[in-house]
């Protein structure tokens, strides 16, 4: 991993809106290397430069938590300027840089072309040192913050050309979009993009990007060790014998994995990792999604069907759908009472696709066995939530996607869509297509 970057942290910093560092580190010269620029995609490597660690200059603001700012190296300080500077002033850029209109354009008024990210979760998805290093040498500021509210998110993400949210918290709504007079991409750090409202975006202008192959594996990894738990119920068992309690009737109930029937509802990137996992278990699959055709999901050895039969046909279930207007309580009353009797569920999606209290009287009744639940309706799962009272149900607290690789594979394309941005590039893994023709900035295919 690359070395520590030429910025430090400043914690638990509270104050006004007021001053913000602009600077810009020089645009790389033509002899190649970053992210993009040379046949066979990605090279991340340390480019020999030498940090200069500084007391960091903080963005003050309405926040929760940490702040970073990027630093240019040492011997660019001559790159920062003060607000509406000329940038065709070649006495106050660094050597061999070169500046144009469209760079002018890009930059705007205050130069610096700025990543905010504003907000993540510290404990899994903090963002790493060589982000905001990779940033600076294709001259982009690199601005982290946590911002716990909608209008202390504003607040941040005023000044941003690219605004990205790792965490899952619905910050970015309507009546904040509509105030981001500068910002041309709004970036999900994730998967879901639920908590970004995408029609606003559309209206302004702004492009809607997420990551939608970073943590597949990952997560297909995680459904499958919570979908194992329920074939052989080991959680239960471990959680017995932990409490003094030698009972062999706990494994009284497990399944053999071969002859059963494992139900996919919804059946994208994550379901089909899931279904090649499983290849091998001698199961029949069934998969329920209006919007993949039954080529493809047979190419994956399992067989389209509709809902209602799936959810009478499987023993096991597995979801998969985004959460959506359409999802929302997708599994709900009715839909349990179609399940076969001692049916085992799986949720790695997003909790409220599952109406929870249906969930729990299905429970009750037996109907569902037990459950592996990795999200919830409400996170964290409340402490009086009836979930808690079965010991056939096995929780984790939402970490799917969570895995050294995927964190970096996050980070890593994110910076990248940070720079297509920049340089004017037309996006992969744009939600809302639409805004090409509306977008007041120009985007090339290349």
């Not at 001053?19 to 040379?38: M, N, S, T, W």
């Given at each position: ?5 030429g ?7 509270e104050?006004k809106a007021g ?6 580190a ?7 290397g970053?992210i ?14 030498q ?24 011997g ?13 002033n070649?006495?106050a ?7 144009d ?6 930059c ?6 700025k ?32 911002h716990r ?9 005023r000044t ?13 709504t309507?009546?904040?979009?509509e105030?981001l007079?500068?910002c ?14 995408v029609?606003?975006a559309t ?8 990551v939608?192959?970073?943590c ?6 995680h ?27 706990g ?39 209006p919007?993949?055709?039954a080529?493809?999901?047979a ?9 209602d ?14 959460l ?10 009715r ?7 001692g049916?085992?569920?799986v949720?790695?999606s997003?909790g ?17 066995w037990?459950?592996g ?8 799962l ?13 929780f ?9 690789e995927?964190?970096a ?8 869509i940070?720079i ?5 590039r037309?996006?992969q893994g ?16 290349d």
């Amino acid at each position: 991993m690359p070395r520590s970057l030429g910025f430090d942290l400043c914690r638990d910093y509270e104050g006004k809106a007021g001053d913000r560092l602009r600077c810009r580190a020089g645009r790389p010269d033509e002899r190649g290397g970053g992210i993009r620029g040379r046949t066979g995609g990605s090279r991340w490597q340390d480019h020999h430069w030498q940090s200069a660690r500084r007391p960091a200059r903080v963005l003050p603001g309405d926040h929760q938590g940490t702040v970073r700012v990027s630093r240019p190296r040492v011997g660019r300080e001559k790159a920062i300027q003060p607000a509406g500077a000329d940038p065709r002033n070649h006495q106050a850029r660094p050597a061999g840089e070169r500046w144009d209109s469209a760079a002018a354009a890009r930059c705007g008024p205050d130069l610096a072309f700025k990543v905010i990210l504003i907000d993540y979760d510290e404990d899994l998805f903090a963002p790493q040192d060589w982000v905001g290093k990779e940033l600076a040498r294709h001259g982009i500021e690199w601005v982290v913050g946590q911002h716990r509210t909608p209008e202390a998110a504003l607040e941040a993400a005023r000044t941003g050309d690219v605004v990205m949210i790792q965490s899952a918290r619905p910050l970015l709504t309507r009546a904040v979009i509509e105030q981001l007079k500068r910002c041309r991409c709004v970036v999900r750090l994730g998967i879901g993009y639920d908590n970004i409202d995408v029609v606003a975006a559309t209206e302004q202008g702004i492009l809607v990007c997420n990551v939608p192959t970073y943590c597949v594996d990952d997560v297909a990894d995680h459904t499958l060790a919570l979908l194992m738990d329920g074939v052989r119920r080991i959680a239960r068992q471990d959680r017995w014998i932990r409490a003094g309690r030698w009972d062999r009737t706990g494994a009284r109930h497990a399944r053999r994995t071969k002859g059963c029937t494992l139900g996919f509802v919804a059946f994208g990137r994550i379901a089909r990792a899931l279904a090649e996992r499983v290849s091998g278990f001698g199961m029949t699959l069934l998969a329920y999604d209006p919007y993949v055709d039954a080529e493809t999901i047979a190419r994956y050895g399992a067989q389209k069907v509709e809902l209602d039969e799936l959810l009478r046909r499987a023993d096991f279930i597995s979801v998969h759908c985004p959460l959506t207007g359409e999802t929302h309580h997708l599994l709900s009353a009715r839909e349990f009472s179609l399940m076969k009797e001692g049916v085992f569920i799986v949720n790695t999606s997003r909790g409220p696709v599952i109406d929870e209290s249906a969930l729990v009287e299905a429970l009750r009744s037996g109907k569902v066995w037990g459950a592996g639940l990795d999200v919830f309706e409400h996170e964290p799962l409340p402490l009086d939530s009836p979930l808690r009272e079965f010991d056939t149900v096995t929780f984790t607290p939402h970490v799917g996607a969570n895995s050294e690789e995927s964190v970096a594979d996050l980070y890593r394309t994110g910076c990248q869509i940070a720079i297509d941005v920049y340089n004017g590039r037309w996006l992969q893994g744009v939600v809302n297509p639409e805004v090409e023709s509306t977008t007041p900035y120009p985007y090339r295919r290349d």
